[in-house]
């Protein structure tokens, strides 16, 4: 059974940092591309950024040059690293393990998500 869990998120002020971890079990990180989403109530989830197998990284348009995505293999740990951050930040982060291992795949029932964790960035 894989399961992600999600840390790090709590409420900044803006132009502040927060590092997101999220904690794998059951499979190696290496094996899937790893994203992180976000989502605000009443709002579809929003990709945020992915890492492939291989390395590769994309970002959505609003992180661009802010939010950095990595991953620590030996730990099993996928991080987001988040600078600058905006009051339309705020949202519920959630780290997803997707079936497939390149970036913008799309989403199936065999993905696995994390419970999400909440980052409220105020003025």
């Known amino acids: 059974q894989v399961t992600l869990v999600e840390s790090g998120g709590g409420l900044v002020q803006a132009g502040s940092s927060l590092r997101l971890s999220c904690a794998v079990s059951?499979?190696?990180?290496?094996?899937?591309?790893m994203n992180w989403y976000r989502q605000t109530p009443g709002k579809p989830r929003e990709l945020v950024a992915s890492i492939s197998t291989s390395g590769n990284t994309i970002y959505g348009d609003s992180v661009k040059g802010r939010f950095t995505i990595s991953r620590d293999v030996a730990k099993n740990i996928l991080y987001l690293e988040m600078t600058d951050l905006m009051p339309e930040d705020t949202a519920v982060y959630f780290c997803h393990r997707s079936k497939y291992g390149t970036t913008l795949s799309r989403l199936t029932e065999y993905d696995y998500w994390g419970q999400g964790t909440q980052v409220t960035v105020s003025l």
């Open positions: 059951g499979s190696s990180i290496i094996l899937n591309a």
